[in-house]
């Protein structure tokens, strides 16, 4: 079974007006959520074999806070096309994935991450679906699980979201009940 990890990168910082979009670095209440998000992602030892993040501040810097929850040999690559991708962009992306990597997080943006994530899960409506659908905020986590096929066969409705966690579900690396 392949796994697919679709992570939005933490709250970003509006302070500077000044800032370009791609150079805006994480507020402080991002940061505080990446401690959190970093130990859950520990808590449920989720260690993707590769990284595919955009290389855009806000992006790399939650990457870097969360790094330590990887294993040492898990590959990252920062790829411009995730900052201004959509959820083709993202599709085309996955099937160029080779298929001895077992598990993927995508580290980027909405509004594509939601609707990859939707197109992919599209069939069976669950609780963690419906949440998903209602809002996608930053440092949300879906885990998107393919019961057959190769990343080259990833096509809508193929998948099934088997978690959907925000940051405001975190205390301690566990998720509150």
Not at 32 to 60: G, V
Not at 74 to 92: G, M, P, R, V
Not at 102 to 111: A, L, V
Not at 120 to 125: A, K, N, R, V
Request: glycine share 4%.
């Amino acid at each position: 079974m392949k796994t697919l990890y679709l992570l939005r990168h933490a709250k970003s910082s509006w302070e500077d007006p000044h800032w370009d979009d791609f150079d805006r670095p994480l507020a402080p209440r991002g940061i505080k959520a990446c401690k959190q998000m970093k130990a859950y992602l520990k808590q449920n030892k989720i260690k993707p074999d590769l990284i595919i993040c955009s290389p855009a501040e806000r992006a790399r810097e939650t990457y870097m806070r969360i790094a330590g929850a990887f294993s040492r040999k898990t590959e990252i690559k920062f790829e411009h096309t995730l900052y201004d991708a959509n959820s083709q962009t993202l599709l085309k992306r996955l099937r160029r994935v080779d298929r001895k990597v077992s598990s993927i997080m995508m580290i980027g943006h909405n509004t594509a991450l939601e609707h990859f994530a939707l197109a992919l899960t599209s069939g069976t409506e669950t609780k963690s679906l419906a949440r998903m659908r209602k809002k996608y905020p930053t440092l949300a986590l879906a885990s998107i699980k393919f019961q057959r096929g190769t990343w080259a066969s990833a096509s809508p409705g193929c998948a099934r979201l088997s978690d959907f966690v925000v940051p405001r579900d975190l205390k301690g690396g566990k998720v509150k009940k």
